[in-house]
Structure formats: structure tokens, C-alpha cells
């Protein structure tokens, strides 16, 4: 496998975007892996191709610019790389390197997941033949582990549309609305050139390729007691045709489209009784497997599925029941009074908000002063009494609204860990490196990170009574700056410089290099987290 095969491996992967290294699409891929730190650099095989989120690159254009030629040098066949998340670009220069070494880099989705693209990667390395016989008995797990425990119809569509790498549409046979209800421009067109062609496609056989002046669609019929009761159509570029595997996957679920279409003749049934409670579900992780059948839900109810919301939670060192409920009634008045859409519920001793505001702001930064104040009113109306808020990002489609929710609470528990006292107003875009490490602190490079350096100082502090780790701490918190560390720790220049001297000497680093400085703040941060 090339690099440049990438791009058509699936559907998932019809967004990649090549950034620089054009030259270099032909380089082969042996291995694709992880890195999240920046001396994961130093494991990288020939024919390697690397994924990151860039959370270690972010206004560190020195660190991206050693990757890269370090990269080149291992002859790493590329380097993917999420924008938008914790790097916003990459600089000009760094592309200018790029192709010149002829490395490609390529912009993946922010949405898409380590497992989403190392698995098909790995699959088409291993060969075309094997490939297509491993897809198509993935498939049929997949199917028999979805319909064994939730006959849907958009979880069985969208698992379709993910293993042929295309749109897949399923339309009733006398009306030709969509079975579920994702109406959009694409759709009307299927719909419109399935019309035109009803008559041909009834006295065809089971299915029929349709080309019209941009697409090409595989329309299958859907038979129940010997009559067609639906269309499947597939979604294809102009000339484009399914293959082999393709067709397998879709005869091997056509059964399953059946049973629930016979079982199923009327819309599905809501299954939340509330708004409330259908926001609440989205939260709770109920959907995060079915978009497709949250789509339906949210259009059915006249929710607009891009609108931005943000979620925010509230813990108090409030004990009185009474008192806690007065405390939810004045939060619930407040932003009534302000005009917010909005919608909350208790859990244990928080209360969490999903809030959609008519006037909302893109950077939550700009609702920093808001909660401030609301602390501030909620501690005159409840005396001796401390409240901690977290506040996740602004998410702009209610698919991310899970992770918002999870944002919220993660902001609140490390907002207070880290301030080492109740009370406060946390923004998790203050903490999102935070987030990351905490998922990935068990890391087998973590781990070695941390040992070979925090680790290594407490043992200096413990056996010689020095405070060694206090001044690293201060001198990252003064972004390295010594004359503002020295004032700060009440030391002379000097001392700090010989404290440096004896960090770089147990450390066997140069603290003045940006990469080293960049990892002792990466190891710092890690400590903050795992420390009681």
C-alpha cells in the first residue's frame, strides 16, 4: 500500500486532505501508529505512517519542524495530523519543508477516531485478497451483534454506508420517503431519479444502475411476501461501480432490512417522553452509536441538529435537600430571565445545564465573566456556602453534545484538583491537555516520560531535602523566565541558576532547548493530574 491510497480506502477517508509532500503519495506504508508526545519521534520505523491529534505541537512550530526532519530521516512514509483541535494550522514553512523532503502530510477530520483509520490502514496492508475476505467477516459480526440486540433500521443503514464507502438511502416503494427522515440535497436528487425510473426498475431484475447527468445510483429492490416494498440505493460517483464485496454485504443484509420493514410499518416510536429527556439521552451516551437515528429523533422534533450549544455543570457544598432544591429553582429562574433555551437535570449533588443561546458567542472564554458573576449572586443568596462550575466547549452539532457533557465534568473536577480548593469557574479550553493526558496517561511513553524526569527529581527532594520540583514548577509557571522565578521563590539569580544547573545535571537534559522544555511541561502537567 502507498500513501496516496489513503484516500479511497473508504468512506471515512473521503475527507482526508493532503496538505504538503505530493512528491511522496508513493511512498509505501508498512505500519501506521500513534504519537501524542514528542519523543515518540524517536520509535519510528521506515514505511511508518503517523497519526496525531498535534495537542504536542500547539505553538511550538520548533518541535513540528524536528518532527518532520526526523520523520524524513526514518523515511516514515507520511504524517496525518488533525487540525482545528489543538493546532489551528500548520505554518507555511513547515509545508515548504514538507515538500521539499517530499513527506506528505495530511489533514485528518477532527472527528475521526485512532481505530477508524489505523484498522482499514492495516487491513489494505496485509493484501487485497485477505482484505476483502477479512471486511466481509467484520461485517457480518457487526451485523449480527447490532441485530441481536437492537433491530434498527439507521444503525443497520448507517453500518451499510460505512463498510461500501458510500451513501446509502432506503426509500418506501409507493411513496419514496426516506425510511428515515434525513432529507437533504443529495437525497432529493435519489429520490428524483428513482421517480423517473419506477417503471424500468419494477421490471428489472433484483437491482439496476442508474446514471443521471452527476451520479451513478445501484438501486436494490426490497422484497416482502413477494412484493417490493422499498428501495436501497446506493450513492456513487459519476461511472463509479460497487464492488464484489460490496454486493456481498449488501445480499447479506438485505434479510435483516426485510424483518424490520414487515415488523415496522409505521414511523418509529419516540422513545423519550421529554425534550429534556432526549437532550439527557444524547448526553448519557444513548446515541453515540446511531447518528442516524438521532437525526431522525431531532427532525422529528423540529431540533435544528447544527445549532450550538454548550453544557455547563454546578457542584455546591450545599447538604440540605430543601436547600438544594431552592438553589436548582433560582438557577432555573435566572436563565429563564435571560432568555436562554435551555433545559438542566439533577444528578446526585449536580445539577448539569445544556444551554442554547439566541445570541450565543463561538469562544466560551466570552462567558467566563457571566459565571463569575452567578457564583458570586449565588454565595449572597447562600451564606457560607461554595459552588464549582465547569464549562465544556462550544459544540456545533448535537452528535458532539455527549462529548460537551463530558467536557463539563472533566472542567470541574480538574479545575478543582489543580486550584486544590472548592469554588471557582473552570472553562475545560483551559484544560484540554489535561483531558488528553488523562486519557492516555497509562501510555507505556508517559509512563517512561514521567519516570525520567519528575520521578527522578522527587527522589532528589526526598533523599536531600531540596526543592528542586517546587522551582521547575515556578519557573514553568513564569514561562521559563528567571528573573520572574527568582522573585517569585524569594532567591537570588544565582541560586535559581545553580538549582537549573542541578535539574539539567539529574535530568541529563538541557532545560534551554525548546523540546525539552516542551516535554518537562508536558511532565509537569501529568504529575499535577496523577498526584493526590
Not at 241 to 259: A, G, Q
Amino acid at each position: 500500500m502507498i500513501v496516496s491510497d489513503i484516500f479511497s480506502l473508504n468512506k471515512d477517508f473521503k475527507d482526508f486532505r493532503l496538505l504538503a509532500g505530493k512528491a511522496g503519495l508513493n511512498r509505501e506504508i508498512l505500519n501506521v501508529d500513534i504519537m501524542e508526545v514528542p519523543d515518540g519521534v524517536y520509535w519510528v520505523n521506515k514505511g511508518d505512517f503517523i497519526v496525531t491529534t498535534g495537542y504536542c505541537l500547539k505553538n511550538n512550530d520548533t518541535t513540528l519542524e524536528n518532527i518532520i526532519q526526523m520523520l524524513a530521516t526514518k523515511e516514515a512514509a507520511g504524517l496525518g495530523i488533525k487540525i482545528g483541535r489543538y493546532i489551528d494550522e500548520i505554518p507555511e514553512k513547515i509545508l515548504i519543508m514538507a515538500e521539499e523532503l517530499n513527506l506528505p502530510i495530511i489533514e485528518v477530520p477532527i472527528a475521526a477516531s485512532y481505530n477508524s483509520i489505523v484498522r482499514p490502514i492495516l487491513n489494505k496492508i496485509i493484501g487485497d485478497e485477505n482484505y476483502d475476505f477479512y471486511t466481509l467477516k467484520e461485517f457480518k459480526q457487526e451485523l449480527n451483534r447490532l441485530t441481536k440486540h437492537n433491530l434498527n433500521i439507521s444503525a443497520i443503514i448507517n453500518l451499510i454506508s460505512r463498510y461500501v464507502r458510500n451513501d446509502i438511502y432506503l426509500f418506501w416503494e409507493n411513496n419514496l420517503n426516506l425510511v428515515s427522515d434525513d432529507n437533504n440535497l443529495k437525497t432529493l436528487g435519489a429520490k428524483k431519479t428513482i421517480s423517473q425510473y419506477t417503471t424500468e426498475l419494477m421490471s428489472s431484475g433484483e437491482n439496476m444502475t442508474i446514471d443521471n447527468s452527476s451520479r451513478t445510483y445501484e438501486i436494490y429492490k426490497v422484497y416482502g411476501m413477494n412484493i417490493v416494498i422499498a428501495f436501497l440505493c446506493v450513492d456513487l460517483k459519476k461511472g463509479a461501480s460497487l464492488t464484489n464485496t460490496d454486493k456481498e454485504i449488501i445480499k447479506e443484509v438485505m434479510p435483516f432490512i426485510t424483518v424490520y420493514l414487515l415488523s415496522n410499518t409505521k414511523k418509529a416510536v419516540l422513545y423519550h417522553k421529554s425534550l429534556e429527556e432526549f437532550f439527557f439521552s444524547i448526553i448519557e451516551g444513548n446515541y453515540n452509536e446511531d447518528e442516524l437515528k438521532l437525526k431522525e429523533e431531532s427532525s422529528y422534533r423540529n431540533i435544528d441538529f447544527s445549532k450550538s450549544r454548550y453544557v455547563w455543570t454546578i457542584e455546591s457544598t450545599i447538604t440540605d435537600e430543601n436547600e438544594y432544591l431552592r438553589l436548582e429553582k433560582k438557577l432555573v429562574s435566572i436563565f429563564q430571565m435571560y432568555d436562554n433555551i435551555f433545559c438542566h437535570k439533577r444528578y446526585s449533588k449536580n445539577i448539569m445545564f445544556i444551554i442554547e443561546n439566541q445570541k450565543l458567542q463561538s469562544n466560551t472564554k466570552l462567558l467566563d465573566s457571566f459565571y463569575e458573576k452567578l457564583v458570586l449572586d449565588l454565595k449572597k443568596s447562600f451564606r457560607d456556602q461554595e459552588f464549582t462550575i465547569g464549562i465544556s466547549k462550544i459544540c456545533n452539532s448535537l452528535k458532539y453534545l455527549y462529548f460537551a457533557g463530558e467536557e463539563a465534568n472533566f472542567a470541574l473536577k480538574i479545575g478543582k484538583k489543580l486550584n486544590k480548593n472548592p469554588g471557582g469557574v473552570y472553562l475545560y479550553d483551559d484544560y484540554m491537555i489535561y483531558h488528553l493526558l488523562y486519557e492516555i496517561s497509562g501510555h507505556p511513553t508517559l509512563s517512561k516520560l514521567y519516570k525520567n524526569t519528575i520521578k527522578r527529581i522527587k527522589k532528589h527532594d526526598s533523599e536531600n531535602n531540596s526543592e528542586l520540583l517546587k522551582t521547575l514548577e515556578t519557573l514553568i509557571d513564569c514561562d521559563f523566565s528567571v528573573s520572574h522565578t527568582s522573585d517569585r521563590l524569594f532567591i537570588h539569580r544565582n541560586t535559581l541558576y545553580k538549582r537549573i544547573n542541578k535539574i539539567n545535571d539529574i535530568l541529563d537534559s538541557d532545560i534551554d532547548k525548546s523540546e525539552n522544555r516542551l516535554i518537562l511541561q508536558i511532565a509537569m502537567k501529568l504529575n499535577e493530574i496523577i498526584s493526590e
